[in-house]
């Protein structure tokens, strides 16, 4: 077995390579081919679809609980604030920049050395699968998502975001609506009791004021926003609809056809959903994973960013090395320290994890 030095020394080296390797959401296939090499080097058998790569313990055990390890390797695109090149990888006073290093590639090839230190052993209590996934900045269909339908039932997940190495006990979710107030179309110069940009005021309001009787204890609230306005293309028309997009982060009292139900209930204009999967997620406090990371002064909170946990069903830990602040902000960086205690408390909390 490959001590856990040698490890954190090759996970940082191909965490270079990716941040050298464009990888926009859906053009992750260059990549992918980097990520199979380390399981080819690591002598591990894998699976690939799309630009997904998965591989299963050495001794994987139908009989015993599965647990999932997940990142992604897509990136979004690089913001006009770059001062460095966004695909160099820049070592510069104990950070190493570079586009997709925070978000997430810190986290991932912390876990792949996670993956590869417990990969031969034969006593766990539970199965690995680890599943190095495409497209998860776009929600697309070819991502994790798509992957699922390959693995066995997992029990549970820790999904790696960058979150300082806290614990991410529970996640918002996202729901998209887009909603179509309806009046009479008319010339601006005439009487018109029935402009559709008057009738949307109530609707927005609506939006603005309305408050979900749950609140949980670790996400808050449900929060709606109307965050785009569209409608007329001329000075002297009245037009015959006006078009809201409403942004509804999900907390875990609720699903998302919850939520749907609740806005059509209320109002009378069309309301259309662009997605319903990207759920809430959570885990208990109890469970052992949790209680592991705590026994190791790790804190607990509620994120409100949303990531892969979204298609998952079983419970799930979003946990990682770097920090969310960072993720897609100019010059991103992640400290290397923070990547060799990253994969130092990944497996300390699963070795505490397995003895339970």
């Given at each position: 077995?490959?001590s ?6 090759e996970?940082?080296?191909?965490l ?12 992750e ?22 630009n ?5 313990n ?8 599965t647990?999932?390890?997940n990142?992604h ?5 690089p913001?006009?604030?770059?001062t ?13 920049f ?16 996670t ?14 699968v680890?599943?190095a ?7 697309g ?19 790696g975001?960058p979150?300082l190495m806290?614990?991410?006990v529970a ?16 010339h ?6 029935d ?6 005021i ?13 609140t949980s ?10 965050t785009?306005v569209t409608?007329?293309?001329?000075h002297n ?7 809201l ?5 999900v ?22 959903p ?19 990371g705590i ?21 799930s ?10 993720s ?8 290397i ?7 130092q ?7 505490d994890?397995?003895?339970?």
């Open positions: 077995m490959k856990i030095e040698i490890l954190t020394q996970a940082i080296a191909l270079k390579k990716l941040i050298e390797t464009p990888s926009f959401s859906s053009e296939d260059q990549t992918a081919l980097l990520i199979e090499n380390w399981f080819k080097q690591n002598s591990i058998p894998f699976e690939r679809e799309n997904n790569i998965w591989a299963f050495k001794h994987f055990d139908k009989s015993k609980p647990l999932l390890l990142s390797h897509d990136t979004v695109k913001n006009q604030g770059y460095n090149d966004p695909f160099e990888a820049i070592v510069k006073d104990g950070k190493l570079g586009l997709g290093s925070n978000d997430a590639g810190g986290c991932l090839v912390s876990l792949l050395a993956f590869v230190h417990f990969y031969s052993n034969e006593n766990l209590l539970y199965n690995i680890m599943v996934s495409a497209e998860e900045e776009s929600s269909k070819n991502g994790l998502n798509s992957v699922l339908k390959h693995l066995p039932e997992l029990e549970c997940a820790i999904v975001e979150t806290q614990l991410a996640e918002k979710g996202l729901l998209v609506l887009d909603v179509i107030v309806k009046g009479t179309a008319s601006a110069a005439h009487n018109n009791p402009n559709p940009i008057y009738n949307a109530p609707v927005i309001e609506w939006f603005n004021s309305y408050q979900f009787e749950k204890e670790v996400l808050g609230p449900v929060k709606m926003t109307v785009q409608a007329g293309k001329q028309v009245v037009p015959a609809e006006c078009h997009v409403v942004d509804i982060r907390n875990d009292c609720y699903n998302n056809q919850e939520i749907l139900d609740t806005v059509r209930k209320h109002l009378t204009a069309e309301v259309n662009r997605s319903m999967h990207l759920n809430a997620s959570s885990i208990p406090v109890a469970h052992g994973l949790i209680q592991a026994a190791l002064g790790r804190t607990t909170y509620g994120s409100p960013t949303l990531s892969d946990q979204s298609v998952l069903s079983c419970q830990l979003k946990l990682g090395p770097g920090e969310t602040l960072r897609h902000s100019a010059d991103e960086f992640i400290f320290k923070e990547i060799e205690e990253g994969i408390l990944y497996i300390k909390i699963l070795t994890f397995f003895k339970q």
